[in-house]
């Protein structure tokens, strides 16, 4: 008990020691910036950044009803793994058609056109990839492989070190599979999604090698 006493006293230092830390970063930012702000606030730069034409405003809303539309158009051919998250990549996907809508929208660079031709793009990859990842080595490439965490209501240190997983985020998964003794436990995994899984049970019940099978 006076161990965790004294890790708790050692957080707590260093939580403080990295707040004074930041208030002082910020009020040396502070000091060094608010001559450049003063300046700026007088520019034609920092008008610009504040205000907004009626042509620009319509563009921005048709263009994301335009790119909306598309998008649900896609989703809808392409089906319900668009937006799922069953391995590493389809996370990537969707950051990528998010990048593309968020660009689309409000950038003048970027056309509606491009936009939508940047969305198909992505989608038909998507599509490539779901059926390549059917080939075994295919799979391999593009997957992480999961890791496992706990076993039989043993903590795997090294596992947890690696995939930098701290006791706590441990402890908030178990809670949230309603484990109330380590020993229901049978399996905690660490997805290749980046999602925690906790198999629990009786102990005369094992889990079948099927499921352990990665």
Same mark, same amino acid.
């Given at each position: 008990? &006076? ?22 970063? /910020?009020?040396?930012?502070?000091? =060094?910036? *608010? ?13 610009? /950044?504040?205000? *907004?034409?009626? #042509? ?9 009803? !335009? ?11 392409? !089906?319900? &793994? ?9 996370? %990537? ?29 992505? =989608? ?5 990839v779901a059926? %390549?990842r059917r080939?075994?080595?295919? #799979? ?16 795997? #240190? !090294?596992?947890?070190? &690696?995939?930098?997983?701290? #006791? ?32 629990? !049970? ?7 090698? /099927?499921?352990?099978?990665?």
């Amino acid at each position: 008990m &006076r161990l965790f006493k004294n890790h708790d006293k050692i957080q707590q230092i260093l939580i403080l020691l990295l707040i004074l830390l930041t208030v002082s970063v /910020w009020i040396i930012v502070c000091s =060094y910036s *608010i001559p450049y702000f003063r300046t700026l606030t007088k520019s034609k730069i920092m008008k610009e /950044w504040f205000s *907004i034409s009626s #042509e620009s405003l319509i563009a921005i809303i048709l263009t994301a009803i !335009g790119i909306y539309i598309a998008l649900v158009i896609m989703t809808r051919i392409s !089906g319900k &793994r668009s937006f799922s998250k069953m391995s590493s990549f389809d996370f %990537a996907i969707t950051v990528a058609i998010g990048s593309i809508i968020a660009t689309v929208i409000v950038s003048k660079s970027v056309s509606l056109q491009q936009g939508i031709i940047g969305l198909l793009s992505i =989608y038909v990859i998507q599509i490539s990839v779901a059926f %390549a990842r059917r080939l075994k080595w295919v #799979e391999q490439i593009m997957d992480n492989k999961p890791t496992l965490l706990m076993k039989d209501g043993k903590i795997i #240190e !090294g596992s947890l070190q &690696r995939c930098h997983v701290t #006791e706590s985020d441990l402890k908030a998964k178990l809670r949230e599979a309603n484990v109330i003794q380590l020993s229901e436990v049978k399996a905690v995994i660490f997805e290749s999604t980046g999602d925690i899984s906790v198999l629990h !049970g009786s102990d005369d019940k094992d889990i079948d090698d /099927w499921i352990m099978d990665f």
